[in-house]
């Protein structure tokens, strides 16, 4: 594969498929946003920096073992973009594939994410071959808590202030999902 390679996954409502360049305003605009970046590690400080996360990752292979892959989170219709998912490729489709979401934040809490995701969990664990799914959220993060346990993740553990981020301590709530619960689940 080149990181080229075109991918697009449809849902009822959406596009998933390659940032581009002319995204950048806009993926700035939300993930330069207090309330969007603040449980993330990735933050643009301006346009420039959204620009260069999206040309890092126009030279990325969807599907690169070992790394994240950003994907547009767009309007099927319009091709207007409501914001961006991630996904972890590990090493072998033995080791837990991850993803992170960012939304707009006027498009939330409308059911995107959930669309989005479980279009993706059915390719993950269907096309994609992988057995297990794994979310990592702090418990601040309400939505994310709901997004995940809505698609059926359960609760594996609670990491008591397990790690340092932006000046404090932080909790780490780890979820999972497997292939057979996902077949049940959905
Ligand atoms: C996490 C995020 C993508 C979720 O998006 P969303 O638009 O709230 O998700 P949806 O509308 O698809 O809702 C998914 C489920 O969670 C529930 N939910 C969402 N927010 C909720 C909240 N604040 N309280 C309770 N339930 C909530 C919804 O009701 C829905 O459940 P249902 O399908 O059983 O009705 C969004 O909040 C976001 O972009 N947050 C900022 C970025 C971030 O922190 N990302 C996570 C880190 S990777």
Excluded at 24 to 31: E, G, I, N, Q
Excluded at 55 to 67: K, N
Excluded at 75 to 80: I, L
Excluded at 90 to 108: H, V, W
Aim: with cysteine; glycine share 8%; proline share 3%.
């Amino acid at each position: 594969m080149d990181g080229t390679q075109d991918i697009a996954i449809a849902t009822a409502r959406l596009r998933l498929d390659r940032l581009s360049e002319a995204d950048a305003p806009v993926l700035f605009a939300y993930r330069g946003d207090d309330a969007v970046a603040r449980y993330q590690g990735w933050k643009p400080a301006d346009v420039a920096a959204a620009e260069a996360f999206i040309a890092d990752q126009s030279l990325l292979a969807f599907g690169t073992a070992d790394s994240w892959c950003q994907l547009a989170i767009r309007d099927k219709v319009t091709g207007e973009l409501f914001g961006d998912f991630g996904v972890h490729f590990p090493a072998s489709t033995d080791d837990p594939i991850e993803f992170g979401l960012s939304l707009r934040p006027e498009r939330q809490g409308q059911g995107f994410a959930r669309e989005a995701m479980a279009a993706v969990l059915d390719l993950a664990f269907g096309d994609w071959a992988y057995r297990r799914a794994v979310g990592s959220v702090d418990p601040r993060n309400v939505s994310s808590m709901a997004l995940l346990r809505s698609l059926g993740f359960r609760q594996e553990a609670h990491h008591v202030e397990s790690y340092f981020f932006r000046g404090e301590w932080v909790d780490d709530v780890i979820f999972a999902l497997l292939a057979r619960e996902w077949v049940r689940h959905r």
